[in-house]
């Protein structure tokens, strides 16, 4: 048998359709794990991670105006706000509400007062990481604020120009309606990294 007959016999034409088969099959099984692996990042990032972007100047100068973030939606399902985390919060339960960002201060069973600029937290100063102008108005808190469970007290970092527990329109945030907590700084550049270091 020459060459030219073997290529063409059956068996040896049979062989090359089911390898060229295989090819086929092999780069569709490859697309499609490829296009299921992007679908099933696309949603697990949905459902964990949202952005925020900063509209207020209530966080300055830790939070700028315009800071874009994506917000951990998962990490209070299975713990708590502790003090210090910056939270993202509504007002209340409605989807279209307005989200604010806030440093979490006073924890569920705790009392807050805010007096001589100072804050008392059961009664006794407390002492923050960083460093925040002194309170001209307490607000709400110039007299003692009891959380329940579920209550927690927040601050904006700008103490003196910040719409927070303070004040009746905010006022104890409840955790139903924490949305989530600051994790990653999406721009400006600069800023770009977690968050952890606040």
Known sequence: MDIKNWKQSPKIQEAKEKLEDEKVRGFMRWGFEIVVTLVLAAMVGIMLFQTVTMQESSMEPTIAVGDRFFI????????????????????????????????????????????????????KEYQEAGQFPEITNPG????????????YFVLGDNRNNSEDSRYSDIGNVNKRYIVGKLWFTCSPFEKFGFCERW
Do not use: C, M
């Open 72 to 123: 951990n939606r998962v990490v209070y399902k299975f713990s708590s706000p502790k003090r210090g985390d910056l939270i993202v919060f509504r007002t209340n339960a409605s989807d279209d509400a307005a989200l604010h960002i806030r440093r979490v201060i006073g924890l569920p069973g705790e009392t807050v007062q805010i007096s001589d600029g100072k804050i008392l937290i059961d009664g």
């Open 140 to 151: 709400l808190a110039s007299t003692t604020v009891t959380l329940e469970s579920g209550q």
